[in-house]
């Protein structure tokens, strides 16, 4: 495996692997009384990868995919003071950044197109990390 298209497909397969595994979760799975994740959740995440630039999947890992108790999936990328953190539910995904101290926190209602302003936070990490890891 030696080009990076075969690198980001694997980090991809990856990643579905993991938010699918979240459908075995059951009621309590915490025990501290969580809630399962019905199907639309598990769907909503994987259109969500599905419509995030390849490019992207350079800075995620599988360790950045968590379930939380109340039957949403997060995403966290963090580089350096800046952050990305989406939240996707059955019906809806919020997202809040911190990039170079500007702020942005918004609910988007699930589309199949990332909103310009997430797009652009994680494009921002993206060339941080690009630049550490080239530079």
Same mark, same amino acid.
């Given at each position: 495996?030696?080009?990076?298209?075969?690198?980001?497909?694997?980090?991809?397969?990856?990643?579905?692997?993991?938010?699918?595994?979240?459908?075995?979760?059951?009621?309590?799975?915490?025990?501290?009384?969580?809630?399962?994740?019905?199907?639309?959740?598990?769907?909503?995440?994987?259109?969500?990868?599905?419509?995030?630039?390849?490019?992207?999947?350079?800075?995620?890992?599988?360790?950045?995919?968590?379930?939380?108790?109340?039957? /949403?999936? +997060? $995403?966290? #990328?963090?580089?350096?003071?800046?952050?990305?953190?989406?939240? %996707?539910? =059955?019906?809806? @995904?919020?997202?809040?950044?911190?990039?170079?101290?500007?702020?942005?926190?918004?609910?988007?209602?699930? /589309?199949? +197109? $990332?909103? #310009?302003?997430?797009?652009?936070?994680?494009?921002?990490?993206? %060339?941080? =990390?690009?630049? @550490?890891?080239?530079?």
């Amino acid at each position: 495996m030696n080009t990076m298209s075969e690198r980001l497909l694997v980090t991809k397969r990856k990643i579905i692997d993991r938010i699918n595994s979240f459908r075995k979760l059951k009621e309590n799975w915490d025990c501290y009384n969580a809630n399962s994740f019905d199907a639309t959740t598990i769907d909503n995440a994987i259109l969500f990868f599905d419509s995030l630039d390849t490019d992207y999947l350079n800075i995620l890992s599988v360790d950045d995919i968590c379930p939380t108790p109340n039957a /949403t999936i +997060t $995403i966290e #990328v963090r580089k350096d003071r800046n952050i990305v953190s989406v939240e %996707i539910g =059955n019906k809806y @995904y919020n997202y809040f950044a911190e990039i170079n101290g500007n702020y942005l926190d918004q609910e988007q209602i699930l /589309t199949s +197109t $990332i909103p #310009v302003s997430l797009n652009q936070a994680l494009q921002q990490i993206y %060339i941080q =990390n690009s630049h @550490y890891e080239f530079a």
